[in-house]
């Protein structure tokens, strides 16, 4: 392949590719090894990578990538790096999702992160300050295992929710705007938590039953649909009551997941901006159940779920 491809003598040629596999042998062994976590949120499942001695994360996108592969590496909806903290805060998180993208925030990923590093560092039940790209969010360890998240409050409108979408409400809010997409007008609720949803009650005016929907079909002609030029998470909402919702997504980055936590809180933030929920509600996932408040009196959102170890391993990278 090299000899014909650089047309050289044969000795010339053999030189080279012994060059080629010296550089090949050396890049192998440069192959650090990596020690990480692997922890789960409802099944929500994340690679976590203790980064604190550097800045930046110290996987590329592309390895991240491949570690999320199911079959191939060791599989995941994302990678997720503890990084030093910015400002007053105890850390930082950052996220690649399993297509190697970077959102700004994941909900069940920093319930998971919590736990790791109170794990690591042997800590008692306590309450983190983590720098996300979506701003502070405060994750605190109960003592029944679960974990309750100061998600922050959510952005209804501006350059956080990228939709072209028509506003429909004063302020600049999209709710229940119709889209027309594979036959049916769905009706839509953009919320931003950091990063973006567009969250659907509705479709041709009829309420959402979860169970009939191809998520797998539909799911990508929402992410990628130009209405949404940062693509979209996309949550599938069917009210059971006014504080109980049954949901399936389709994440941006990672496709069908077992359950995400900023989709949970956006759908009650929609929920209650179509008068449809109360703001305290149960989010029955495939994964199972979040409870999420959407506090009146200082407009934050506060989710409790669970963060469990799966297992602990090593990989050269
Ligand atoms: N599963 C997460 C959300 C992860 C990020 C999302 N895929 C995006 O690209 O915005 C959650 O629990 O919030």
Same mark, same amino acid.
């Given at each position: 392949?090299?000899?014909?491809?650089?047309?050289?003598?044969?000795?010339?040629?053999?030189?080279?590719?012994?060059?080629?596999?010296?550089?090949?042998?050396?890049?192998?062994?440069?192959?650090?090894?990596?020690?990480?976590?692997?922890?789960?949120?409802?099944?929500?499942?994340?690679?976590?990578?203790?980064?604190?001695?550097?800045?930046?994360?110290?996987? +590329?996108?592309?390895?991240?990538?491949?570690?999320?592969?199911? @079959?191939?590496?060791?599989?995941?909806?994302?990678?997720?790096?503890?990084?030093?903290?910015?400002?007053?805060?105890?850390?930082?998180?950052?996220?690649?999702?399993?297509?190697?993208?970077?959102?700004?925030?994941?909900?069940?990923?920093?319930?998971?992160?919590?736990?790791?590093?109170?794990?690591?560092?042997?800590?008692?039940?306590?309450?983190?300050?983590?720098? +996300?790209?979506?701003?502070?969010?405060?994750?605190?360890?109960?003592?029944?295992?679960?974990?309750?998240?100061?998600?922050?409050?959510?952005?209804?409108?501006?350059?956080?929710?990228?939709?072209?979408?028509?506003?429909?409400?004063?302020?600049?809010?999209?709710?229940?705007?119709?889209?027309?997409?594979?036959?049916?007008?769905?009706?839509?609720?953009?919320?931003?938590?950091?990063?973006?949803?567009?969250?659907?009650?509705?479709?041709?005016?009829?309420?959402?039953?979860?169970?009939?929907?191809?998520?797998?079909?539909?799911?990508?002609?929402?992410?990628?649909?130009?209405?949404?030029?940062?693509?979209? @998470?996309?949550?599938?909402?069917?009210?059971?009551?006014?504080?109980?919702?049954?949901?399936?997504?389709?994440?941006?980055?990672?496709?069908?997941?077992?359950?995400?936590?900023?989709?949970?809180?956006? +759908?009650?933030?929609?929920?209650?901006?179509?008068?449809?929920?109360?703001?305290?509600?149960?989010?029955?996932?495939?994964?199972?159940?979040?409870?999420?408040?959407?506090?009146?009196?200082?407009?934050?959102?506060?989710?409790?779920?669970?963060?469990?170890?799966?297992?602990?391993?090593?990989?050269?990278?």
């Amino acid at each position: 392949m090299i000899q014909q491809r650089f047309s050289q003598p044969a000795a010339a040629a053999g030189r080279r590719g012994a060059r080629l596999q010296v550089r090949a042998a050396a890049a192998a062994a440069a192959k650090t090894t990596l020690n990480f976590k692997k922890y789960q949120g409802l099944g929500n499942d994340f690679i976590l990578v203790d980064n604190r001695h550097a800045p930046e994360p110290i996987l +590329t996108p592309d390895q991240a990538a491949a570690l999320c592969d199911r @079959n191939f590496g060791i599989g995941g909806d994302g990678v997720i790096f503890a990084l030093p903290p910015v400002g007053a805060t105890d850390l930082t998180m950052r996220i690649y999702n399993s297509d190697g993208s970077e959102p700004e925030m994941c909900g069940n990923g920093i319930r998971c992160l919590a736990r790791f590093v109170a794990d690591v560092d042997g800590a008692a039940a306590r309450k983190y300050r983590i720098h +996300t790209l979506a701003g502070l969010i405060q994750p605190e360890l109960l003592g029944d295992g679960q974990v309750c998240v100061d998600m922050g409050e959510p952005i209804l409108d501006g350059p956080r929710v990228p939709t072209t979408l028509p506003p429909t409400r004063e302020g600049g809010a999209v709710v229940e705007a119709p889209l027309p997409l594979a036959g049916r007008r769905w009706g839509i609720t953009c919320v931003s938590m950091g990063n973006p949803h567009a969250v659907i009650y509705s479709a041709n005016g009829a309420p959402i039953k979860v169970d009939d929907l191809d998520i797998f079909d539909i799911g990508p002609q929402f992410e990628s649909n130009t209405v949404f030029p940062a693509r979209t @998470n996309t949550e599938f909402v069917e009210v059971l009551n006014r504080g109980h919702v049954r949901m399936v997504v389709w994440e941006r980055g990672a496709g069908r997941t077992l359950a995400c936590g900023t989709g949970a809180c956006a +759908t009650v933030v929609a929920g209650v901006l179509e008068g449809k929920v109360d703001r305290r509600c149960r989010v029955d996932l495939p994964g199972g159940p979040l409870h999420i408040e959407w506090r009146e009196a200082d407009n934050r959102i506060y989710m409790t779920g669970p963060a469990e170890l799966a297992f602990s391993g090593q990989v050269a990278v």
